[in-house]
Nanobody, 115 residues
Framework: QVQLVESGGGLVQAGGSLRLSCAASGSTLGLNAMGWYRQAPGKQRELVASITRGGSTNYADSVKGRFTVSRDNAKNTVYLQMNSLKPEDTAVYYC?????????WGKGTLVTVSS
């Protein structure tokens, strides 16, 4: 089992920045891709950004150029630097990790962007 704990959410004004962190613990040997999803009220959960163990990244079009995903393999931690935040970025952000074909999820952290 893999446990994921997110931190760093909060309230920020439009144009501001936040950095999310997600630390994995438990059976972390073999962790492959890690990343971030978000779910806004009344909407489906969507991929925000992901990063493989080797550092290859993937971003949703809506966040390209504003968000940066990174990871520290030694710490089993993935980060999401969010800049130029917009009200439409308001959502619960969930950390995701894949290990041997299984997906694991954190409980989520709320990001609220005020206009």
């Amino acid at each position: 089992q893999v446990q994921l704990v997110e931190s760093g959410g909060g309230l920020v004004q439009a144009g501001g920045s936040l950095r999310l962190s997600c630390a994995a613990s438990g059976s972390t040997l073999g962790l492959n891709a890690m990343g971030w999803y978000r779910q806004a009220p009344g909407k489906q959960r969507e991929l925000v950004a992901s990063i493989t163990r080797g550092g290859s990244t993937n971003y949703a079009d809506s966040v390209k150029g504003r968000f940066t995903v990174s990871r520290d393999n030694a710490k089993n931690t993935v980060y999401l630097q969010m800049n130029s935040l917009k009200p439409e970025d308001t959502a619960v952000y969930y950390c995701n990790a894949e290990r041997f074909g299984e997906d694991y999820w954190g409980k989520g952290t709320l990001v609220t962007v005020s206009s």
